[in-house]
């Protein structure tokens, strides 16, 4: 069976003045760009509870997760993505690609 991967993104808006936008374009045109990506199956996406500034994203990937990042960054560089100039770019988006190491459930233990 082959192994589970995610991609782990921490990113947030420029700043407090856009970050309705900011929403507005992670879901409705970053996400829904991201999924035509081979190998990106899923997106999920997490908001700040206690007033930080960063939220996450985790796609989960399906195959070569570095085949994966390739298309990602050709898609980004081909002008196939759409960046906003709404992200915060001081710290830049944190991404990294992590793989499943252990699996549990509350009911099993």
């Not at 760009?33 to 190998?39: D, N, P, V």
């Amino acid at each position: 069976m082959p192994k589970k991967t995610i991609l782990h993104v921490e990113s947030g808006p420029a700043g407090p003045d856009v970050a309705d936008e900011y929403n507005r374009w992670y879901d409705e045109v970053h996400i829904p760009e991201m999924l035509t990506i081979e190998g990106v199956v899923a997106a999920r996406r997490y908001a700040p509870v206690d007033g930080d500034p960063s939220y996450i994203a985790h796609y989960e990937l399906e195959g070569d997760p570095r085949a994966v990042m390739r298309r990602l960054r050709d898609a980004a560089a081909d002008g196939t993505m759409h960046l906003s100039d709404t992200a915060r770019t001081d710290p830049p988006a944190r991404m990294v690609v992590l793989e499943l190491v252990v699996e549990r459930d509350a009911a099993s233990g």
